[in-house]
């Protein structure tokens, strides 16, 4: 399979709920995240490829919790989860995707 990202992919651990048409409300743990696009393990739950999604993504927080909402297309399915990639993000969820980016790198780069 050809890879098609375009950015760079941070692992990360949180809840993620979908929002699918047909099947109302899907609970599922993300494994990355980039500013294209979103990895959601959704455990036995299959849904079809090019399908459309709402997605909320919980990010816990030491002040308080913070929420990247965006809707999203399924562009591949793999190893019990899908593949989303990003068709709009509101402004903040925009902002807080490039924060989560950016401290990864400059982590990288300290411990390096």
């Known amino acids: 399979m050809i ?3 375009h950015s760079r992919r941070r692992p990360i651990e949180a809840e993620v709920i979908l929002n699918y048409r047909s099947l109302g409300l899907i609970h599922g743990k993300s494994k990355n995240l980039s500013r294209g696009g979103l990895f ?3 455990g036995c739950v299959q849904l079809p490829l090019n399908a459309m999604v709402g997605v909320a993504l919980m ?4 002040d308080h919790p913070r929420t990247v909402s965006a809707d999203a297309m399924i562009v591949h399915q793999a190893s019990g989860g899908v593949g ?3 068709r709009y993000l509101d402004r903040p969820s925009e902002v807080l995707i490039n924060e989560l980016i950016h401290i990864e790198s400059h982590s990288t780069v300290a411990n390096m």
């Open 40 to 42: 959601v393990d959704l």
């Open 3 to 5: 890879e098609h990202r």
């Open 84 to 86: 989303l990639m990003f």
């Open 59 to 62: 990010l816990a927080g030491e």
